[in-house]
C-alpha cells in the first residue's frame, strides 16, 4: 500500500518536473553571443528574472545575421521574440515597444565622425543657422535621418552602413557622419585603417529612444517583459549595467559634452507612447 502511494507520488513529482522543463522557453534574438551591446546586456537580465526564459536562442548564428528587413519580418512572423532599434513611427506601428529608453536618451545626442584632417570643421558653429552649411551622412531608413531632414539638416543618404564612410571620407558627398555619442570611439578602434576623428565642437540633440519591440499582437511577451524591465530599473540593477557598459563610459569619459555647443532639434516622429515614457529613465549627462 505505502509503496503503491509513494510509486504514485513519484510518477506525479516526475511528471510535474516535465511540465516545468517544457515550460521553461529560448528567448530567440538576432545579434552574437559574445556582442558585449547594452541592449544584449538588458535582455541577458531580463531571462536571469524571467519565469518563462531560461535561455537565450541567437537564431542567426549559424547562418550569420541577415539584412534589416529580414530580421523585421521574423519578428512579424515570430521566427524571433525580441529586437531592439531607435524608435520610429513605423517601429511602433509595426511591433509592440518596451517603453524604456536602453541608451537612456544618450542615441538622441549625436558627434560627429570627421576625417581626421577636418578636426577644426565645425569650430565656427554656434547655431543650428552656422550648422545649416554642412551635410551630415546618415542610414536612408534610419529614424534619425528623417529627424535630420524634418529639422531642415541637409543629409547624403546610404542604404548600406559601410559605404557611409566612404562617403564623408572621400569629401565629396558630405561633411560628418552623425553618431550617436557612445559610437564614433568604438568604430574608430574598429576602423583604424580609416583616417577618422571625433569632432569635439558640436552636439545634436534631440528625443529618440532607443527600445526593445516585440511582436505587435504579442501584448503578454511585452507585458512580461515591462514588468522585467521596470523591476531592473527599480532596484538599481540598470544604474550599475548602464554605467559599467563599455561605450557609455567610453563617451562620458572622451566625448567632452560640457565643452560643446549644443543644437536642440524637433523629434516630429515621437508617438504618445514614447512621449510618456517617464522622465527619470532618461540621463542627462550635462546635468551636473
Known amino acids: 500500500m505505502y509503496r503503491s502511494i509513494f ?9 510535474f518536473s516535465a511540465c516545468q522543463i517544457s515550460y521553461a522557453e529560448s528567448l530567440r534574438l538576432p545579434g552574437k553571443p559574445n556582442d558585449k551591446k547594452l541592449h544584449l546586456t538588458l535582455a541577458k537580465e531580463i531571462v536571469n528574472r524571467s519565469d518563462r526564459f531560461d535561455e537565450i536562442k541567437f537564431v542567426y548564428e549559424a547562418t550569420g545575421e541577415p539584412a534589416q528587413s529580414r530580421v523585421m519580418a521574423d519578428l512579424e512572423s515570430g521566427e524571433i521574440d525580441l529586437y531592439w532599434s531607435a524608435t520610429s513611427l ?16 544618450m542615441l538622441g545626442m549625436r558627434i560627429g565622425l570627421i576625417h581626421e584632417k577636418d578636426k577644426r570643421l565645425l569650430a565656427n558653429v554656434r547655431s543650428k543657422a552656422d550648422f545649416a552649411r554642412f551635410k551630415v ?47 564614433p570611439f568604438a568604430e574608430m578602434q574598429s576602423y583604424p585603417e580609416l583616417p577618422l576623428a571625433v569632432d569635439s565642437h558640436i ?10 519591440f516585440v511582436q505587435k ?32 563610459r567610453m563617451a562620458l569619459s572622451q566625448a ?33
Open 7 to 15: 510509486s504514485l507520488f513519484s510518477l506525479f513529482s516526475l511528471a
Open 90 to 105: 513605423d517601429m511602433e506601428k509595426r511591433f509592440a515597444p518596451i517603453l524604456f529608453p536602453i541608451y537612456r536618451g
Open 137 to 183: 551622412c546618415s542610414g536612408k531608413t534610419w529614424p534619425d535621418t528623417s529627424i535630420l531632414d524634418a529639422n531642415g539638416i541637409n543629409t547624403a543618404k546610404s542604404l548600406k552602413y559601410p559605404n557611409i564612410f566612404e562617403m564623408m571620407l572621400s569629401g565629396n558627398r558630405c561633411h560628418l557622419f552623425a553618431r550617436g555619442v557612445m559610437e
Open 203 to 212: 552636439m545634436l540633440r534631440y528625443r529618440m529612444p532607443y527600445m526593445l
Open 217 to 248: 499582437e504579442n501584448t503578454e511577451l511585452q507585458q512580461h517583459i515591462t514588468e522585467i524591465v521596470e523591476d531592473i530599473f527599480a532596484d538599481g540593477t540598470y544604474e550599475k549595467l548602464f554605467f559599467n557598459d563599455p561605450e557609455v
Open 256 to 288: 567632452n559634452l560640457s565643452e560643446r555647443t549644443i543644437i536642440d532639434l524637433k523629434n516630429p516622429y515621437l508617438t504618445e507612447d514614447s512621449r510618456s515614457i517617464p522622465e527619470k529613465y532618461f540621463f542627462d549627462p550635462l546635468a551636473n
